[in-house]
């Protein structure tokens, strides 16, 4: 496995290098400041490079890769499900950690988005939201029982904190209503959420069906994003 990336460097940790210099965007005629300024960010993201030479679909991978070096969500021959998979970073990783070995293991991934095909990964392109395509979903599984369940699902941000929030916190309820339909005893749940935290409702829920619950932020998560993980795991199969 590729090691992720110095922030301060570009280099992967553990390796030498000099210091990547800095680019700078103009702002082109007909293109948005916010727009150049994104640009200008990611050109400048140590992440960004790091995915584009290690292969990954997006830098979102080196988020998984830390929590799973961390916090061990997979093994070879697990069942992985990972909601909102596009444009496939995170479906790469557990692909990568669990369909190997003697006994491969199965990974599932559903987005609205198109994505391109992957190994090892069997995709449907379906809203989340709509019953029909969990019903799908579940058909895909086989009857298997997923040890894990990923959601990286955000909805488009409006700018307003509570309102982003309270939307994003609506997709993590539902993943989760999910999971506990599909997760295997000792199963685990990991899914984004916004600073502020896990709702106590929900996460009252996740303390009751979990032997534990965490925040996490990896250190791929950009600094000034509002980004956090709620780690759960030991489904206790209820």
Known sequence: MSKPPNKK?????????????????????????SSTRWLERQLNDPYVQAAKR??????????????????KLFRPGRVVVDLGAAPGGWSQVAAAR??????PGFVAGLDLLEMEALPNVNFLQADF?????????????????????????????????????????????????????????????LAKVLQGGTEQALLDRLKRGFETVRHVKPEASRADSAELYVLAQGFRGD
């Open 98 to 103: 669990v369909c190997t070995g003697k006994s």
């Open 54 to 71: 290690d292969g990954y679909r997006s830098r979102a991978a080196y988020k998984l890769l830390e929590i799973d070096d961390k916090y």
């Open 9 to 33: 460097t570009g280099a992967r940790r553990g390796q030498g290098g000099a210091r990547a210099l800095g680019v700078r965007v103009r702002t082109a005629k007909g293109r948005k400041v």
């Open 129 to 189: 939201m709509d019953d029909e395509a969990l019903r799908l979903l579940e058909g895909l599984l086989e009857e298997r029982r997923a040890d894990v369940v990923l959601s990286d699902m955000a909805s488009p941000a409006t700018g307003h904190k509570q309102t982003d929030h309270l939307r994003i916190m609506a997709l993590c309820e539902v993943a989760l209503d999910f999971a506990c339909r599909v997760l295997a005893p000792g199963g685990t749940f």
